[in-house]
């Protein structure tokens, strides 16, 4: 079956630190992945995603690329803020019908 | 327009009200799915409806019932509730696949 493994949380950083979620996922077929925010009180939000293999997704400097040789798709940004403080949920979608796998999510908290 | 919008945002309900959530989008999806997602947990799925139909169901109880009445909105109608069902329910739509997501802000359910 298919599932998506994310580091646990909460990560903790400064104002400008760079950041690093890891996502590894296993699927049959070729998935296409994503990176999903979730700030306080609100649902979910899609930040970027990848169809397919080396494909990067970016988005409000944001960004990940879709490694099929290491099944990993982990989300990178250079200088956090503390607006970023959120739950980073990676999903992915393996084409065979309406259905997300989501990670179990990672909470990022960003002091100033 | 490219909301999702849920009612209401919060409901305290006991083990014996019926009561029901509200979903509607005017985006012209035509797909609409309900999620359960507990404090810290990922969204799980729990109904797909793809052109008014219901096309999953996950093994959902059956004092959970979907109704789809159009293309913009969607129901889920609660009853006879235990206190384990507490949760945030979102409600989410897609143009038709799951490429993209757009989330509600979602219900957030107690039940006494």
């Known amino acids: 079956g298919n599932s998506v493994t994310q580091m646990e949380g909460p990560v903790t950083l400064s104002e400008e630190a760079f950041l690093t979620i890891n996502c590894t996922y296993t699927?049959?077929?070729?998935?296409?992945l994503f990176w999903y925010v979730q700030y306080p009180g609100e649902g979910l939000q899609l930040l970027l995603k990848?169809?397919?293999?080396?494909d990067k997704g970016s988005n409000k400097g944001f960004e990940a690329t879709y490694r099929k040789e290491t099944t990993s798709f982990h989300l990178e940004k250079g200088s956090v803020q503390v607006s970023d403080s959120a739950v980073y949920f990676c999903?992915?979608?393996?084409?065979?019908?309406?259905?997300?796998?989501f990670g179990g999510g990672t909470r990022l908290m960003v002091k100033p | 327009d490219t909301e999702v919008t849920q009612t209401p945002k919060h409901l305290v309900m006991g083990m014996t009200n019926k009561k029901s959530l509200k979903c509607e989008q005017h985006?012209?999806?035509?797909?609409m799915y309900w999620y359960k997602q507990k404090a810290k947990k990922p969204p799980e799925l729990m109904f797909v409806?793809?052109?008014?139909?219901?096309?999953i169901n996950e093994s959902v109880p059956s004092r959970f019932s979907p109704e789809c009445p159009n293309s913009s909105l969607l129901n889920l109608h609660l009853h006879a509730l235990q206190p384990e069902d507490s949760a945030l329910y979102l409600c989410?739509?897609?143009?038709?696949?799951?490429?993209?997501?757009?989330f509600g802000s979602g219900t957030q359910l107690s039940v006494l």
């Open positions: 989410a739509s897609s143009l038709r696949t799951p490429e993209k997501l757009f």
């Open positions: 699927a049959t077929g070729y998935p296409s």
């Open positions: 990848a169809t397919k293999a080396d």
């Open positions: 999903a992915l979608d393996n084409n065979a019908g309406n259905m997300l796998t």
């Open positions: 985006m012209g999806h035509r797909a």
């Open positions: 409806y793809s052109y008014e139909k219901l096309s």
